[in-house]
């Protein structure tokens, strides 16, 4: 037999360790299998199978343990071509689409929705990450008078996301100045992107009528903060650590400590996401333990797909340890990130 090629009976003792220990988290032994599963073979049988698991590198057997335990190989083995086709239920499904019907065209509460979601139904940690805006196309605008220092300003975009921030104003303007000078806004803007009206604001603004000017000035002061792209640091919602937490495996400090650090630094998980964005080709992303790029991931897998209307996309992931399961939490990432999508495209016709 050449490395790493497995006959039927291996590859069902294998799932069934697999399962086996994504449920307990204990090292799984012979007498387990045979006790759990009708197998219709002696648990030395299956001792010697499981041997011959082990030195594939499908299996580990951990310490003094009688059990075995599965390796990063294993489990990338069940993940392709062992664990079961999971398709969610329409109880589900109505739950995922009703909370994210919630969010309206809050783009914020959409991704925080969403990552909420992730979390509370895979009992893991969940990420989504805030597309980039730089290259969208500007839509139309609302000005709204908060009080009598405040205005808050409200950007629609053609994908259907909306981008909300709050400015100071220091003189007093009356309300026919807001409606004024939101009319000429989504008149000289409508149809350039992001990039386009930071490069062009003041030029295009120079012909203004006198009674616009203080509001219209305040624009030109605010634009890069209005219409810049979403920040590295603040371009990623990550929800669940508890979920993580009360996973067995980090019962031990380090292992309790790293999570921490992870969840800390955002970067690395930052740069997994758009890494697995170049190389899904829109298909569910999954990497295992040793197989992801930061040593600080090589105790979980993660599970990623892309959401995407038009030029606009992220992309949403779960992280937990590669005790999963795996075949729920795929199911799950992949309609999540379809709903997502539509709830997107369903905006933009709006």
Do not use: W
């Amino acid at each position: 037999m050449n490395y790493g090629e497995l006959n039927k009976r291996e590859k069902s003792i294998l799932r069934y360790i697999i399962q086996q220990f994504i449920l307990t988290a204990s090292p799984v032994g012979s007498k387990n299998i045979t006790k759990k599963y009708d197998i219709g073979i002696s648990a030395a049988t299956v001792r010697n199978i499981m041997a011959d698991l082990e030195e594939y590198g499908y299996i580990n057997h951990p310490h003094t343990s009688a059990g075995r335990i599965p390796t990063d190989k294993g489990y990338r083995f069940y993940v392709d071509s062992l664990k079961d086709i999971m398709h969610l239920g329409e109880l589900e499904k109505g739950m995922i689409n009703k909370e994210l019907v919630k969010a309206e065209l809050d783009t914020e509460e959409l991704l925080d929705i969403s990552s909420t979601l992730l979390s509370n139904i895979t009992k893991q940690l969940a990420c989504v990450s805030y597309p980039k805006i730089d290259t969208a196309i500007f839509n139309k605008m609302q000005i709204v008078r908060l009080s009598s220092t405040k205005i808050l300003v409200v950007i629609s975009i053609n994908s259907g996301l909306v981008k909300t921030i709050t400015l100071e104003i220091k003189s007093f303007i009356k309300d026919s100045q807001f409606t004024s000078v939101q009319r000429l806004l989504n008149e000289r803007l409508n149809g350039l992107t992001f990039k386009e009206i930071r490069a062009t604001f003041s030029e295009r603004f120079k012909d203004i009528r006198k009674e616009q000017r203080p509001l219209i000035h305040l624009f030109v002061n605010s634009v890069d903060k209005i219409f810049k792209d979403i920040t590295q640091t603040d371009k990623i919602v990550i929800k669940g650590a508890k979920n993580v937490f009360n996973q067995p495996e980090f019962g031990d400090p380090q292992k309790f400590q790293g999570i921490i650090e992870l969840i800390e630094d955002k970067e690395i998980i930052i740069h997994v996401l758009e890494k697995s964005e170049s190389i899904a080709n829109d298909q569910v992303f999954i990497s295992i333990g040793s197989e992801n790029e930061f040593k600080e991931l090589n105790e979980y897998s993660f599970i990623s797909k892309e959401y995407k209307q038009d030029d606009i996309h992220g992309t949403l992931a779960v992280i937990g340890p590669k005790r999963m399961e795996y075949s729920k939490v795929i199911a799950i990432v992949d309609y999540v990130a379809k709903s997502l999508s539509q709830v997107l495209i369903n905006q933009s016709t709006k």
